[in-house]
């Protein structure tokens, strides 16, 4: 009788986690579908600025600028890849498509070619 319960509550849940697994693709998705064109590496850039100055100034999180397009793109596919160990840029990186990745690398780098 337990057990028939706690069943049915295991498979009651099951459609909840998998709809709010479906609604964040689909935010994903229309995120970077509105993201996409000559804005999208800015607007994913004010993402990082939360943690990375975009001034080039140091907050105790390495500053991102400077770096260049080739070494942020490989670093945010370590990290995506996890071959960096660092959870929060993982989880970020995983949140990127290799467009977007393109994208804000593209942004960012621009970022530190302003700078003297
Ligand atoms: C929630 C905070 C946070 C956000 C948001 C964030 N990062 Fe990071 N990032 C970190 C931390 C922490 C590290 C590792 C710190 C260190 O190495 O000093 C890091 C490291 C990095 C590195 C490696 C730097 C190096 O010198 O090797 C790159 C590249 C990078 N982040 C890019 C980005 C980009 C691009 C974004 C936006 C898409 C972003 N980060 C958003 C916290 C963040």
Do not use: W
Request: glycine share 12%.
């Amino acid at each position: 009788m337990t057990g028939k319960l706690r069943n049915s509550r295991v498979f009651s849940m099951r459609p909840v986690v998998g709809s709010v697994i479906a609604t964040g693709l689909v935010l994903l998705g229309g995120q970077s579908g509105a993201a996409a064109g000559p804005d999208q590496g800015a607007q994913l850039a004010a993402t990082c600025a939360s943690c990375h100055r975009l001034d080039g100034g140091g907050t105790g999180i390495s500053s991102i600028i400077g770096l260049g397009e080739e070494r942020l793109t490989s670093a945010l596919l370590a990290y995506r890849a996890s071959e960096s160990p660092n959870h929060i840029m993982h989880a970020i990186a995983l949140s990127l498509s290799d467009e977007e990745i393109a994208s804000v690398a593209r942004y960012v780098a621009a970022q530190g070619s302003n700078q003297p």
